[in-house]
């Protein structure tokens, strides 16, 4: 990690108000001292990443999607075959510590961790200067073109920094200029495992380079970081046979790419590759790169904007730090910060998840991860924090570009997958537990009983499929990828589910990472164990598993096949969710004592969100029985991580609740943002964890618009605190692009619905409100033309 020593002598630097000009409050993050863990600025362009601290000497953290700490582990107990069986007999008859001793004993493969996910290095350009002389600094990333920027003065000499990452040109630009000469050392670097290091000056080309991998030897995960330095005026020369001199230079330019052994097996092709790729951005030059760059973003980004109100300019225009800490005070104070937490969601989702080169999707620290053993080893870890990644990409407009690694991990993760079915179980089709690498290796992770035995990966993973195809109608990728990877999934679920007291049922079954006190009466009665039968979230889960195939066959006109039979067959077996003693959604099989009744997962209450059946235009007992343990959740402590809090923003949101879930967005900011309105695991300086601010996206869609119910519903959970504002762009299931503004009162001006596939449309406004379409009262759903207008208006 980064040494906080060189921050620390800045603090006479101007730390609240930077008011030589004006930024975007929604759209801007801006601070007067160079960075520390919490305020450091990052860059991505779905491949590789950047961390920017911005300090005299700068240390540029590099990421790229596929540097994991080895190869393929093929992990398997050779004992499980026989020992699930037998745990899922002992577990039929209450022998809990029996059953979780057993499967922890002889289920859990060794090693029992997953490969875990790696930084590449830095790029170091040091100039040796005090960082206590700077004057006037200002670092800035602006959300709306992608770039960081740092201007400051030292020495009398004014000096401009910029820092983007580019998905045309696949390469991080670098750019510093000053007003007068001055001299660097810039090299690459890391902290293990480094092969080798060189830098040249031949034909008066600047080739510097680090060769480093997994392994202190070359033959695991290996890497290539290749970079190409363009100097203005001044003198190179080379140190140590691997870094560069600068000397009276007024600045230079640097593009860095990185590629390893996952997509380029072959060392001299790897090295080929990314030699071509600094090379070709040097030939285009900076300024082409970078306007390249900028263009291929907002095309993206400006997909969407919200506007919930203006914050005062005197507020506005303070760096990000004294703002959130106005914002921890009063959060009503500053509407647009709200916005920038949900344009930086975006911004973050964007620079993480890119399609066309074997990508992979955003892991637990996304690329802007600085440990080389980070906290949850940095892993895909699908058990909710996987999917809360993708959550936003429907409805804020970004499914078609967003979602290829995700299914690239799913592609991959089903090769492992069969390996695990059939070593582990003895069964086909393909099973998935709650961890992933970028290889695929889906063994159990870990050795708890909360957590490491939890085969239903798959099957919540496959509705991701499913909702790709409502938000986007690709037909072809629903015949082609989704119903043969649902199919083969339902393999493994037709196989393995048993027959309990009259239904299919699943077993080893968890509530993901929440435990319960085995009950009196039963073996080991007192222990703590989370090994049960047939959990709410596990009979949640294959509900909608199973009425997905069926939905996909019967939307291609295959409503006869044997695969909709077999599932329309399994599904009508499925538990529905039962309610507990005090009007609760039960959690396990029956009503146990919680481990932790504030626990941070919401998993029964799937149903509620990301699934649909437990919400109120669908089943409003069980939306309310989803209600009262959400509150019972909350009120003993939940919502402790920033993750978990975001979670809740979308089921308040699903319960119309407006109010609470816009509490709960604000709770989110104010306890687990960093200034850097990063998310974090448990409040600042706690891990940076991706997810949450994805997450904190999702709600905030969820409160404008929400379709699921086979209903456009405008304004579903408006809340009183923001009682005047806009969305734009945001994309409804069946093909509908929603613009929406609400005015001074609350209520509805005008919300127009851009229908782009011509389905019918069925529409609500807030809670059941009157309204009219196109100036004619509605009275039911219509009939669209594909690229036609609707306008609804209050009646």
């Known amino acids: ?166 998905y045309p040109d696949q390469v991080i630009g670098v750019r510093w200029r000053a007003s007068a000469p001055f001299s660097a050392t810039i090299y690459y670097e890391r902290d293990q495992n480094i092969h080798q290091k060189l830098a040249t000056t031949d034909n008066n080309e600047y080739k510097f380079y680090l060769q480093g991998g997994s392994d202190p030897s070359p033959g695991q995960l290996d890497f290539n970081i290749e970079g190409r330095l363009v100097p203005v005026d001044g003198s190179v020369s080379i140190v140590n046979g691997n870094a560069f001199q600068l000397d009276n230079t007024r600045g230079f330019d640097i593009f860095t790419d990185i590629q390893t052994t996952y997509r380029y097996p072959d060392s001299n092709e790897r090295a080929e590759k990314a030699a071509s790729n600094v090379a070709a951005a040097v030939a285009k030059g900076y300024d082409s790169v970078r306007s390249a760059a900028i263009s291929d973003y907002q095309n993206l980004y400006q997909r969407v904007s919200v506007d919930f109100g203006t914050t005062s300019s005197n507020l506005g225009q303070q760096t990000t730090d004294g703002r959130l800490q106005a914002y921890r005070n009063d959060p009503n104070s500053d509407p647009q910060l709200t916005a920038l937490g949900f344009n930086m969601g975006r911004y973050l989702f964007i620079g993480s998840s890119r399609k066309g080169y074997k990508p992979l999707p955003p892991n637990l620290q996304g690329l802007w991860n600085t440990n080389y053993d980070p906290p ?128 299919l049922t699943t077993a080893t079954s968890l509530s993901p990472e929440h435990g319960f006190y085995i009950p009196n009466g039963a073996e080991g009665a007192g222990q703590e164990t989370g090994i049960d039968i047939g959990t709410s979230m596990d009979r949640q889960l294959l509900a909608q598993f199973f009425s997905d195939i069926i939905e996909g066959y019967t939307a291609i006109g295959q409503s006869g096949d044997d695969q909709v039979t077999k599932a329309k067959d399994a599904l009508a077996k499925i538990k529905p969710p039962e309610i507990g003693s005090y009007g609760q959604i039960l959690e396990w099989r029956n009503e146990y004592n919680e481990a932790e009744p504030g626990h941070r997962h919401l998993s029964p209450l799937f149903g509620l969100f990301p699934g649909s059946a437990m919400t109120p235009l669908v089943n409003n007992t069980l939306a309310q029985a989803s209600q009262v343990l959400l509150k019972h959740r909350l009120d003993a402590g939940s919502g402790s991580t920033g993750w978990s809090r975001s979670w809740f923003i979308n089921c308040f949101a699903r319960l119309y609740q407006g109010n609470d879930a816009w509490t709960n967005a604000q709770r989110t900011i104010q306890s687990f943002f960093g200034v850097n309105m990063l998310d974090t695991l448990e409040g600042p300086y706690s891990p940076f964890q991706q997810d949450g601010n994805h997450g904190f996206v999702s709600g905030i869609t969820e409160m404008l618009l929400q379709s699921h119910a086979s209903v456009i519903h405008i304004l579903p959970a408006q809340t009183s605190n923001a009682r005047t504002g806009s969305v734009k762009g945001l994309i409804g299931r069946g093909g509908f692009k929603v613009d929406i503004s609400w005015n001074s009162g609350g209520g509805l001006s005008q919300a127009t619905v851009i229908s782009q596939r011509g389905s019918e449309l069925a529409l609500r406004l807030n809670n059941g409100q009157n309204f009219q379409v196109n100036g004619q009262s509605y009275s039911g759903p219509i009939g669209t033309e594909a690229g036609q207008s609707y306008v609804i208006t209050p009646a």
Do not use: C
């Open 1 to 166: 990690m980064r040494p906080l020593t060189s921050v620390l002598h800045i603090s006479t630097l101007l730390t609240t108000q930077l008011v030589s000009a004006q930024y975007d409050p929604s759209q801007t993050l801006r601070f007067g001292t160079p960075a520390d863990g919490q305020s450091v600025l990052v860059v991505g362009n779905g491949r590789l990443g950047g961390n920017v601290f911005g300090d005299i000497n700068e240390q540029l953290w590099l990421n790229e999607d596929t540097i994991w700490s080895g190869l393929y582990q093929r992990r398997v107990n050779p004992n499980a075959k026989e020992a699930w069986p037998r745990v899922r007999d002992d577990l039929v008859q209450n022998k809990f510590a029996s059953a979780g001793n057993d499967a922890l004993a002889n289920m859990t493969p060794d090693p029992d961790l997953v490969r875990h996910y790696q930084p590449a290095g830095h790029l170091n350009i040091f100039t040796n200067g005090d960082g206590s002389q700077m004057q006037d600094y200002n670092r800035i990333l602006d959300i709306s073109t992608g770039r960081v920027n740092i201007n400051y003065t030292y020495q009398g000499i004014d000096f401009t920094r910029e820092v983007f990452a580019s």
């Open 376 to 503: 949850f080893g940095s892993r895909f870890t699908v058990n909710i924090n996987t999917q809360m990644l993708d959550w936003p990409a429907g409805p804020t407009n970004l499914a078609d570009e967003m979602l290829e690694p995700f299914f690239g991990l799913l592609d991959v993760s089903r090769t492992g997958g069969r390996e695990q079915a059939s070593d582990m179980y003895g069964l086909t089709g393909f099973v998935m537990h709650h961890n992933a690498d970028a290889w695929g290796d889906v063994a159990p992770n870990d050795n708890g009983t909360e957590y490491t035995h939890w085969p239903m990966g798959a099957a919540w993973l496959g509705t991701h499929l499913l909702e790709y195809y409502r938000f986007t109608g690709d037909s072809t990728f629903l015949e082609q990828t989704t119903l043969p990877w649902l199919v083969e999934a339902a393999e493994f679920f037709y196989a393995w589910l048993f027959d309990y007291e009259g239904y």
